[in-house]
T-cell receptor, first 109, second 114 residues
Framework: KNEVEQSPQNLTAQEGEFITINCSYS?????LHWLQQHPGGGIVSLFMLSSGKKKHGRLIATINIQEKHSSLHITASHPRDSAVYICAVSKDSNYQLIWGAGTKLIIKP | DSGVTQTPKHLITATGQRVTLRCSPRSGDLSVYWYQQSLDQGLQFLIQ???????AKGNILERFSAQQFPDLHSELNLSSLELGDSALYFC?????????????FGSGTQLSVL
């Protein structure tokens, strides 16, 4: 079993819909990262969380440490949000990140 | 713009050859990470450097090597290239190299081995 699991693997939605992408992990962590990779390949760090909730524009990330679960929400989704969203966790014990497989999101106009 | 510069953006070469990928971290960042992303695959961690020294090693092949120079730029050397080495290679940087720091990614080098 992978230490970081993302769901869904693929998600297609209509413009304007509320989007939720989930990330579950099975190890002790010091932080959880959400990143976005656009079709052109570039990777952007969206959030880094160790507790609670963070918001940036239409994006909201939450984490529940007890349940070892995080969610990324996109409100009022737009076709430009189409990308792969990746969850990665920093284990307590070392400097490496453990990467989820990513969620491919397509927003149709 | 993340502030991390990778060159070249594209590289086409033949099997058996050797190439060098270059990364300049964000100003002030001491740690550099290298990742490989093969087609439709997730990011695979290769190696991390902090202030010139190797800090962590991932799934890096023996044919691959890296170093970080005194000016903090890093190079990833890939030798005896095989078709399967074709991938997008990303460099990222962070301030201190701790696992709970935000990472800043370069735009990647697309390597095609023919």
């Amino acid at each position: 079993k992978n230490e970081v699991e993302q769901s869904p693997q693929n998600l297609t939605a209509q413009e304007g819909e509320f989007i939720t992408i989930n990330c579950s992990y099975s190890v002790g962590i010091s932080a959880l990262h959400w990143l976005q990779q656009h079709p052109g390949g570039g990777i952007v760090s969206l959030f880094m969380l160790s507790s609670g909730k963070k918001k940036h524009g239409r994006l909201i990330a939450t984490i529940n440490i007890q349940e070892k679960h995080s969610s990324l929400h996109i409100t009022a989704s737009h076709p430009r949000d189409s990308a792969v969203y990746i969850c990665a966790v920093s284990k307590d014990s070392n400097y490496q990140l453990i990467w989820g497989a990513g969620t491919k999101l397509i927003i149709k106009p | 713009d993340s502030g991390v510069t990778q060159t070249p953006k594209h590289l086409i070469t033949a099997t058996g050859q050797r190439v060098t990928l270059r990364c300049s971290p964000r100003s002030g960042d001491l740690s550099v990470y290298w990742y490989q992303q093969s087609l439709d695959q997730g990011l695979q961690f290769l190696i991390q450097y902090y202030n010139g020294e190797e800090r962590a090693k991932g799934n890096i092949l023996e044919r691959f090597s890296a170093q970080q120079f005194p000016d903090l730029h890093s190079e990833l050397n890939l030798s005896s290239l095989e078709l399967g080495d074709s991938a997008l290679y990303f460099c990222a940087s962070s301030v201190g190299g701790a696992s709970n720091e935000k990472l800043f990614f370069g735009s990647g080098t697309q390597l095609s081995v023919l």
